[in-house]
Nanobody
């Protein structure tokens, strides 16, 4: 069974930075597509960024130029570097993964979520 373990959420002031990490285990695939979604109260879960096994990326328009997704293929680990954070980035961030290594919107497996709060 695939497990995703997230780390790195917290409270940050507007304009600050945070780095989220997620490690996948239990998959029989050496490389999985991985990504991050977020959900804030009263809103649907939305894709923030994803990266496939070949390094192809997909970003939400609202985070382009501020967030960067990267991966370590040897460890099935994905990172989300979030810079220039805004209050509207406040949400629970969920790590996701998928068995199709070419996917840029993986949504088969989910982490437990980590809270990111941007506030002064």
């Amino acid at each position: 069974q695939v497990q995703l373990v997230e780390s790195g959420g917290g409270l940050v002031q507007p304009g600050g930075s945070l780095r989220l990490s997620c490690a996948a285990s239990g998959s029989d695939r050496s490389i999985m597509a991985m990504g991050w979604y977020r959900q804030s109260p009263g809103k649907q879960r939305e894709l923030v960024a994803a990266i496939n096994g070949r390094g192809g990326t997909n970003y939400a328009r609202s985070v382009k130029g501020r967030f960067t997704i990267s991966r370590d293929n040897t460890k099935n680990t994905v990172h989300l570097q979030m810079n220039s954070l805004k209050p509207e980035d406040t949400a629970v961030y969920y790590c996701s993964a998928g068995d199709d290594p070419n996917s840029i919107s993986p949504s088969t497996y989910w982490g437990q979520g980590t809270q990111v709060t941007v506030s002064s």
